[in-house]
């Protein structure tokens, strides 16, 4: 038997291409599939779920997408925006995966990254982790990653940006 590594993203702020399935709360789900299927199948198996569109920059999200990411955040103004990686989380989901099919950790990660109002990451802060390599691996990931700095009252500033995941593996027959 061999282990399927998953990614659950549950956002504050999931790979080819695949915005499918509703769950029972009515929002799509986004699902990132693996480049190439398991041998004795031709079925791309998902490797990350998530409630936000993994291939759109934050001004591509949909006004639903912007308000369920600002409601991630207290306080924030009719001017306020949240930082977001500049091209998307396509990039960080698919290191995330490729992270998880090495590792093959089990449990939640809780981290954020201080974004400054140049949208650079200026620190990690690690809430929670199932393992200690993958919190040091996925800080130096978020660290790494540019974004869309956050704007108060419409003009750039320091602001943290959250990223939640459970990962899993799947027995596979």
Same mark, same amino acid.
């Given at each position: 038997m061999r282990l399927v590594?998953?990614?659950?993203?549950?956002?504050?702020?999931?790979?080819?291409? *695949?915005? *499918?399935?509703? &769950?029972?709360? =009515?929002r799509p789900e986004y699902k990132l599939k693996a480049d190439a299927p398991?041998? =004795?199948?031709?079925?791309?198996?998902?490797?990350?779920?998530?409630?936000?569109? %993994?291939?759109?920059?934050y001004a591509q999200l949909s006004p639903d997408?912007?308000?369920?990411?600002?409601?991630l955040y207290e306080h924030m103004g &009719?001017?306020?925006?949240?930082?977001?990686?500049?091209?998307g989380y396509k990039t960080i989901f698919k290191a995330l995966s490729e992270i998880q099919g090495k590792m093959l950790? #089990? =449990?939640?990660?809780?981290?954020?990254?201080? #974004?400054?109002?140049?949208?650079? =990451?200026?620190?990690?802060?690690? %809430?929670k982790a199932p393992d200690p390599e993958i919190a040091r691996v996925v800080a130096t990931l978020m660290m790494l990653e540019k974004y869309k700095p956050a704007l108060c009252s419409g003009k750039p500033c320091e602001q943290a940006f959250p990223l939640?995941?459970?990962?899993? #593996?799947?027995?596979?027959?």
């Open positions: 590594p998953i990614l659950n993203l549950a956002l504050a702020a999931v790979l080819p291409l *695949s915005a *499918s399935a509703q &769950p029972a709360d =009515g398991r041998t =004795g199948t031709n079925i791309l198996h998902d490797l990350i779920v998530s409630p936000l569109p %993994y291939n759109k920059t997408d912007k308000r369920m990411l600002r409601g &009719p001017d306020d925006e949240p930082p977001f990686p500049l091209r950790v #089990v =449990g939640e990660l809780d981290i954020a990254v201080m #974004v400054d109002a140049n949208g650079e =990451g200026s620190s990690v802060t690690i %809430y939640r995941a459970h990962f899993s #593996v799947t027995p596979r027959p």
